[in-house]
T-cell receptor
C-alpha cells in the first residue's frame, strides 16, 4: 500500500534562518507531488507541484522554493524565513489522472 | 478565476441532530468535486469524489450530493467523533491536476 511521510511534525525557527521540509512517498512510482500551506483562517494554498523529477511548478511568488531530486521525494526550502512563512505545511501525492490526493501528516512551522 | 465557497464557516450540532454543509463552485466544465475531512493538527483525509450532477456517495453517517453549482455534505445523526473540519475542492481549470480548496466548515458535535 502507498504511504506518505512528512517531517518534522513541528518546527520553530528564527526569522532569517533556512528551512528544509522533506516529504517521501512509498509504494508507488511517478506520483504527482504537491506542497500546500494552510494558514489560520485561510484555506489550503497550493505552493508548488511536480509531475516528475526536476519538474517544479510554482503557484505563488514567495520566499520558498521546492525541489524533487528523486521520483518519490519532494523538498520545500527557504534560504531566509520570514514571519509570514509561519503556517501548517502539507505535502500530498496523487496518481496521474486521479485527483484523489493523499496528504501527509503536516508540519507546523512557527517563525519567531 | 476558480472559486470554491463553503458555508457555514462553523456549525455546532447536538449528537443526533442532522444537518448539511454546503460547497458552491464557479468553475466551468467541472472535472470532479472532492470532499475531505481534516482533524486538528493533521492532514486532510479523502472522503468522496463526485463527477456529475445527481451523483451521490455515502459513507457511514455522511452522504455527499452534487448539483451543477454546488455540493452538499449531509450528516445524519452525527456523533462527537464526526467533529472535524470538512473541506471541499475542485480541480483548477486548464487541464492540470491541481485542486483548489474551500476554507472549510468546522463541525462540532456535542454529546
Amino acid at each position: 500500500s502507498q504511504t506518505i511521510h512528512q517531517w518534522p511534525a513541528t518546527l520553530v525557527q528564527p526569522v532569517g534562518s533556512p528551512l528544509s521540509l522533506e516529504c517521501t512517498v512509498e509504494g508507488t512510482s511517478n506520483p504527482n507531488l504537491y506542497w500546500y500551506r494552510q494558514a489560520a483562517g485561510r484555506g489550503l494554498q497550493l505552493l508548488f507541484y511536480s509531475v516528475g523529477i526536476g519538474q517544479i511548478s510554482s503557484e505563488v511568488p514567495q520566499n520558498l522554493s521546492a525541489s524533487r531530486p528523486q521520483d518519490r521525494q519532494f523538498i520545500l526550502s527557504s534560504k531566509k524565513l520570514l514571519l509570514s512563512d509561519s503556517g501548517f505545511y502539507l505535502c500530498a501525492w496523487s496518481k496521474g489522472g486521479d485527483y484523489g490526493y493523499t496528504f501527509g501528516s503536516g508540519t507546523r512551522l512557527t517563525v519567531v | 478565476e476558480d472559486q470554491v465557497t463553503q458555508s457555514p464557516e462553523a456549525l455546532r450540532l447536538q449528537e443526533g441532530e442532522s444537518s448539511s454543509l454546503n460547497c458552491s463552485y464557479t468553475v466551468s466544465g467541472l472535472r470532479g468535486l472532492f470532499w475531505y475531512r481534516q482533524d486538528p493538527g493533521k492532514g486532510p483525509e479523502f472522503l468522496f469524489t463526485l463527477y456529475s450532477a445527481g451523483e451521490e456517495k455515502e459513507k457511514e453517517r455522511l452522504k455527499a450530493t452534487l448539483t451543477k453549482k454546488e455540493s452538499f455534505l449531509h450528516i445524519t445523526a452525527p456523533k462527537p467523533e464526526d467533529s472535524a473540519t470538512y473541506l471541499c475542492a475542485v480541480p483548477f481549470q486548464g487541464g492540470s491536476e491541481k485542486l483548489v480548496f474551500g476554507k472549510g466548515t468546522k463541525l462540532t458535535v456535542n454529546p
